[in-house]
């Protein structure tokens, strides 16, 4: 699956654990797994460490032809990109399949547009 979406910070600051930032997010997913595209939306949930790593806590929701995918993803963020394990949810029977599956996803940050390739892991 890829995702392209477009990501809105919303700064909250520094807490007494760490900075946070809230970045709700909306764009689109294709996959070989269906027709066209999907529409993507969500938030990821970031705090940023003193040495610039971001912990990344994602909910994203993608929806079309009567399917609703939840994909959760935890990960780093830092110089390399973005890099998080992810786990779905679905109540779509043709794609069950997915509420068994973990994904590896790699993620690339240009502007406030972010591109995330995710990996199926077997």
Do not use: C, K
């Amino acid at each position: 699956m890829t995702l392209i979406v477009t990501v809105r910070p919303v700064p909250v600051g520094t807490t007494p654990f760490t900075v946070r930032t809230e970045i709700p997010f909306d764009g689109v997913a294709t996959s070989p797994h269906w027709t066209g595209e999907r529409l993507v939306t969500g938030v990821d949930h970031l705090t940023t460490t003193r040495d610039g790593v971001a912990a990344i806590d994602v909910h994203t929701v993608v929806t079309g032809d009567d399917e609703t995918i939840l994909y959760r993803g935890h990960g780093r963020s830092g110089p390399a990109g973005l890099r998080e394990g992810v786990t779905f949810e679905t109540a779509s029977e043709r794609l069950g399949w997915l509420n068994h599956t973990v994904a590896i996803g790699v993620g690339a940050l240009d502007g406030n547009q972010l591109t995330i390739e995710l990996y199926q892991i077997d």
